[in-house]
């Protein structure tokens, strides 16, 4: 057939790819990598770090071609800086002078360290890439306050990891010209390259508070990616070479329980006395390892963990907080690198190494006791770690820790014993990965290894006795602008242990292999052993105002790797699509706005749809620094392999879900941020409800109150299953649920006086409140439906049973006077109270040298009415006995 414009398809097609990579082209060369050189130069004097540039060094002429990268992207600055570089044998410094026409008007205010992203202060960022590999680096803040942060870059992204804690100095100065601050960081800090001349990638951010106004050397421009593979280069450094100073920071803790107590517990007087010390050690190997040790470490936390209920089957994560697992961490993170945007839909991110694994709860159970002394946590003996770089530029992580076996004693009867809970533990993690042709490409292998040594046989049926997960990952760009990616992981799992144990975790609830209507799955009562496979494969378009991400993975039904990580559960094979275009320069009207789309589907490895959805979202920032963005979800029919707990599909009903979030200007003395999400389905209608309102109470004092509400009401809440040879349809069980209105007010309450930026006191406190009330019992009536029995109708019986102690039951008969088996349930209505929290009192008298006062209590109560009664419930919280908790820890910092 002739086509009658003259235009074949192959033409169109040619005109096509023309125009896109002539686009890529374009936006290429506006991205273009700074081609500026700085000049450090030697230091043949005291440089005394106090903010003032009263030093030789500094009267020289200045680096001063920043430019805006916001408001005005690409404009000179509206406020004149200069910057200058100077090192000796020990360590590199930097100096800045922040000039302001207004300086009575300069924003300084202390607030917590590492708090930066959250600072609304006048403050400056110096990048290093002192491996030059344009991939990653670290980066040092000081505000005009004196506020401190540190951190490192990865992935050639701004995104900054900031568990990362250095021993370096940094003061600032504000005088009648502006404010200046100087910078001192020791080689030991920092990894670098060996050679006679350093080249180093650098960067400078100045932040200019009252304008909102951020100048860069060099920055990222709207719709480009890329960022610390943009920084000039730093010259002039001669005659250095990589520190392998050995640090060492003993520490000594005291700590004093006051725990409520039965006058009859013959383990619990009320009180206890726990005196402690061991020794962290950091030593550099060569010029591009790091290893930190640590002996009888202190892996207490000084925040304190949420409290939660939790009436779902999958278990809870918490975020880690113990400095020796946090710092370096980013060497760790798996399956991620090339792509900035890695959107997730049904799709549990690749938590293969789990540090909160080590030092775990005690996981065996205990037999029928009247008393029993049961250790709050698994005490880690001894832990190492290895970071830096080997062979030829490969980075590699490695772990070491070993866990004690734990005890806990019971009282029976008269009778006191020990029972064994957690064998001696070996916990084993290590990482390598290596970019190539400028981090175009890069692979990398993550593994984990547990071992555990049993002395006590019956622990054997309820742990894993080993446990070895494998994974490699990596990414490589398609094109030279590096516009496309893809990214992805691979792994394999291999848990052991006894036929008893390998029984209970195919029956676990992150598997449910013994699902009846299943035909992929089923229990192997024989088996000693279970291995399984994960990966994931991922396209992301980095630059652009119209971006797209789309991905496709899969867990197999036995890939386990919980033992040293996190996987909610397996069997799952998943996609998604999701595209989002940007409008990035700023109106009269908004600074930046974007819509998002999103759609995501997922399937077991039996073909059955088990999630769909239909996502949309959209976002807007106003020229006020105010904000809003919204979330919208449709979501189809589907399937439900996990509503039984083991038993048949059911059906998802049709769902639909909105959220909203807004903020306002944190450069104010109160801030606001508040939103809300509505869900309503045949299946649950729930709201939820949050605000959280800080007040700059006076330049070092913070306060935040953060309310939060929610109220679900679910039509089908599991109870528990029993059985009955009956219940022909659903394989002769039946499974219980029942109608369940949940109602949770929680409040994150903190105060954060900052006293000078080496002095702090820090308050936190979370009450909560949950209630729970059960009514409309019911069993499933057919699989792969919503359809269900309720208690009471269609000739079945429910009968309401009070004891003489007030305690209720419901007797459950599916029948009447037929062939159907009785059932009965205990009252599972539910009201908790819970206050937690802690005081913190922070000095470090020394550069990392610190004296902590800790003090934390704690008070809960559970009642088994399901009334939610706001002020009897807070008025109940306060008559609550706490618990008291007093540490103090002191620590001393030196090089050797």
């Not at 080689?187 to 960067?203: A, D, T």
């Not at 550099?284 to 963990?305: K, M, W």
């Not at 890069?442 to 309820?462: A, K, P």
């Not at 769902?655 to 807004?662: L, V, Y």
Request: net charge negative.
């Amino acid at each position: 057939m002739e086509n009658p414009g003259g235009l074949s398809l192959k033409k169109v097609i040619e005109a096509a790819l023309i125009l896109v990579f002539t686009s890529i082209q374009i936006s290429s060369s506006q991205g273009a990598t700074s081609e500026k050189e700085i000049v450090a130069v030697r230091a043949f004097e005291n440089i005394k770090i106090d903010g003032i540039l009263s030093e030789n060094i500094w009267k020289r002429a200045g680096f001063s071609e920043l430019l805006q990268q916001d408001p005005d992207q690409g404009e000179k600055p509206t406020q004149h800086s200069k910057i200058w570089f100077a090192y000796d044998d020990e360590a590199i410094y930097f100096a800045g002078k922040f000039y302001d026409s207004n300086p009575d008007s300069i924003m300084a205010r202390l607030v917590r360290r590492d708090f930066v992203w959250g600072d609304p202060s006048d403050g400056c960022v110096l990048y290093l890439d002192s491996y030059r590999d344009k991939r990653s680096g670290y980066f040092f803040y000081v505000s005009a306050a004196g506020t401190i942060a540190d951190g490192v870059l990865e992935n050639d992204s701004k995104f900054t990891d900031l568990s990362w804690d250095a021993v370096w100095e940094g003061v600032p100065k504000i005088d009648s010209d502006g404010w200046s601050v100087e910078m001192r960081i020791p080689y030991s800090q920092l990894r670098f390259r060996e050679g006679e001349e350093q080249v180093w990638g650098i960067n400078v951010e100045r932040f200019f508070s009252r304008r909102n106004e951020t100048d860069m050397i060099a920055y990222t421009p709207r719709n480009e990616s890329g960022f610390a593979s943009r920084f000039p280069a730093l010259v002039g450094i001669k005659g250095i070479s990589p520190s392998s100073k050995l640090e060492i920071m003993p520490y000594v803790t005291g700590k004093a329980e006051y725990i409520g107590a039965d006058p009859n517990d013959p383990f619990n007087s009320g009180k206890e006395y726990l005196p402690g010390a061991g020794v962290d050690i950091k030593a550099g190997i060569g010029n591009s390892l790091i290893v930190d040790a640590t002996v009888n470490p202190d892996f207490g936390q000084v925040e304190v963990d949420p409290a939660i209920v939790n009436l779902s089957d999958v278990e809870y994560t918490f975020e880690e907080k113990r400095p020796f697992f946090t710092e370096g961490v980013s060497i760790f993170r798996f399956g991620r690198g090339g792509a900035n945007n890695n959107p997730r839909f049904d799709w549990s991110r690749a938590n293969i190494f789990y540090s909160r694994r080590i030092g775990r709860n005690p996981q065996g159970s205990l037999p029928t006791y009247e008393y029993a002394d049961v250790p709050s946590g698994t005490h880690i003996l001894g832990a190492g770690k290895i970071t830096g770089r080997v062979l030829n530029d490969w980075k590699i992580g490695m772990i070491h820790a070993v866990t004690k076996k734990e005890h806990a004693e019971i009282f029976n009867e008269g009778t006191r014993s020990k029972v064994e809970l957690e064998p001696l533990t070996y916990y084993g993690v290590f990482r390598a990965q290596r970019d190539f042709n400028s981090a175009a490409q890069g692979i990398g292998i993550l593994s984990t290894f547990t071992n555990r040594f049993f002395d006590d046989d019956n622990l054997r049926g309820s742990i894993n006795k080993d446990a070895v997960v494998g994974a490699v990952d990596g990414w490589t760009f398609l094109d030279s602008d590096r516009t496309y990616v893809i990214t992805g992981w691979a792994g394999v799992s291999r848990v052991s242990g006894t036929a008893e144990r390998m029984t209970d975790l195919q029956t676990s609830s992150r598997h449910y292999f013994q699902r009846p209507d299943a035909t992929h799955i089923s229990v192997d009562s024989s088996a000693t052993s279970l291995s399984g496979f994960g990966g994931r494969l991922m396209i992301n378009k980095n630059r652009g105002r119209w971006t797209f991400n789309s991905a496709v993975g899969m867990t197999s039904p036995k890939f386990e790797i919980n033992d040293l990580g996190f996987g909610s559960y397996s069997d799952k094979i998943n996609w998604h699509f999701f595209t989002s275009y940007r409008w990035p320069d700023p109106t009269d009207f908004y600074r930046n706005a974007g819509v998002n789309a999103a759609t995501y589907m997922s399937y077991d490895f039996g073909g059955n749809k088990t999630a769909q959805g239909f996502w949309f979202g959209s976002f807007i920032n106003f020229q006020d620094f105010s904000g809003v963005n919204i979330n919208l979800t449709y979501n189809p029919e589907t399937y439900n392999s996990r509503r039984t707990r083991g038993g048949p599909l059911t059906l998802n009903p049709v769902s639909r879900s909105f959220r909203i979030n807004t903020y306002t200007d944190n450069r104010e003395w109160w801030v606001l941020r508040a939103g809300g999400d509505l869900t309503k389905s045949d299946d649950i209608n729930s709201y939820s409800l949050y605000t959280n309102i800080e007040f700059k109470v006076t330049p070092t004092l913070t306060m935040s109150v953060g309310p939060h509400f929610s109220r679900d009401l679910s039509n089908a809440q599991y109870i528990g299953v029993y059985s009955d040879e009956s219940a022909v349809q659903t394989f002769g069980s039946r499974y219980l649920f029942a109608h369940l209105d949940q109602r949770t007010f929680s409040a994150d309450i903190r105060a954060d006086w900052i006293i000078s930026p080496k002095l702090s006191f820090q308050v936190y406190l979370q009450p909560l409140i949950a209630s729970g009330r059960y009514n409309s019992f019911k069993s499933l009536r057919k699989p792969r439906t919503y359809d269900f029995l309720t208690y009471g109708t269609d000739g079945s019986t429910l009968t309401k049973e009070v004891a003489d102690d007030g305690e209720i039951n419901y007797l459950l008969d599916a029948d009447g006077d037929g062939a159907a088996v009785e059932e009965s349930i205990s009252d599972p209505d539910f009201n908790y109270i819970s206050l937690r929290g802690n005081a913190v009192l922070r000095w470090e008298y020394m550069p990392g040298s610190a004296l902590y006062l800790v003090w934390t209590q704690s008070r809960e109560d559970v009642d088994s009415h399901g009334d939610f009664y706001f002020g009897k419930s807070m008025r109940n919280l306060f008559s609550v006995k706490p618990d008291n908790i007093f540490m103090i820890k002191l620590t001393y910092w030196f090089g050797v």
